[in-house]
């Protein structure tokens, strides 16, 4: 196993309550912040059942730090049972709760329980993939997970809602070498990427007028205004495209411009994360075509995922990138 940090800045954040009982002071742990040193548990979110009679189960983690990001090759450490070990499980482990990361499509006469084995930071925990009937997704159960209804909520816009789907121009293999940026393109299409565009167009306009007048102070949404509704997860639902790295071999560390939005629940403010208060929204571009590029520090094999999300269901599409050492001088 791989295991680097990404943040140099280590730390347990402890937040302390004093309290006091029957005139004897306490002190009650209120909160644990864990930035780094803790480890990655697998989760079982589902499964879905397919047309053909076959079942596709999804799985998705929890890495319990908020800043480091580990790396677990498949093998001894990161493998699943019964079958191959491989099921096209993450190497790669972002912060915090990654729901519905990867799906693994099994035969209709499949009937065992399918293990997602894991061990980081020397700590060994299993996902157990079964077909109970309270454990059938679908597109409302996805939505209301990742934050985006409330629990229970639906309307018919909702139920029609079609998850989007996405090119990544330039093929899905490149070859390059450190230091030596990518180019990527990624076309979306969705059922409500046109009525987004209108609205950031909208946005855009209001925001101009603003800027205009002198006198007028910076403003916020109404959305942005508002409270949380829920003790829960809750996400901002507006459409985007964001890379993340998914799985390598190697010890770089790829660098994006622009950075990308969060695929990982941050909840923080300024976090640039559809899970954080006060997210600005990324602008959707008016041609339909997000562009990115990315370089790598160091040689190695690199598979990068793109998500087009429409804030409510999302689409991968993965390219891999073999990057090579500098030549000599």
């Known amino acids: 196993m791989i295991r680097r940090p990404r943040m140099a800045a280590a730390g347990l954040a402890v937040g302390l309550l004093a309290a006091t009982v029957l005139g004897r002071p306490e002190r009650v742990e209120a909160q644990l912040a864990y930035q780094t040193g803790q480890n990655v548990s697998p989760a079982y979110e589902g499964w879905i059942a397919n047309d053909d009679g076959s079942r596709t189960m999804v799985f998705g983690y ?135 565009y209108e609205n950031w167009s909208a946005r855009q306009q209001a925001a101009a007028a603003r800027a205009a007048d002198r006198e007028a102070p910076p403003a916020l949404s109404r959305g942005q205004l508002r409270p949380p509704t829920r003790i829960t997860v809750q996400k901002i639902v507006w459409h985007h495209v964001a890379w993340f790295l998914y799985r390598s071999e190697g010890e770089g560390t790829p660098t994006f411009d622009p950075p990308q939005v969060k695929t990982w629940e941050d909840t923080r403010t300024g976090s640039n994360s559809p899970w954080a208060p006060l997210w600005p929204r990324s602008p959707i571009p008016e041609d339909g075509i997000w562009r990115a590029t990315v370089t790598f520090d160091q040689p190695g094999t690199y598979i990068l995922r793109a998500r087009a999300d429409d804030g409510a269901l999302y689409f991968d599409e993965d390219v891999t990138i073999v990057v090579s050492a500098i030549a000599s001088q």
């Open 62 to 196: 929890m890495n319990r730090n908020w800043s480091e990001e580990l790396d677990v090759a498949v093998g001894d450490e990161n493998f699943f049972s019964p079958g191959p070990a491989d099921r096209g499980q993450p190497t790669h482990f972002r912060p915090r709760r990654n729901r519905f990361v990867f799906m693994v499509t099994v035969p209709a006469d499949f009937d065992e329980e399918l293990v997602w084995t894991l061990t980081t930071q020397g700590q060994t925990e299993h996902a157990y993939g079964s077909f109970g009937i309270d454990q059938v997704l679908d597109n409302i159960v996805i939505a209301s997970e990742t934050g985006a209804l409330g629990v229970g909520a639906s309307n018919a816009a909702i139920r029609a809602n079609q998850t989007p789907m996405i090119t990544v121009d330039g093929g899905d293999e490149y070859s390059v070498r450190v230091g030596q940026p990518v180019e990527l393109a990624v076309r979306m299409e969705d059922d409500g990427l046109a009525a987004a």
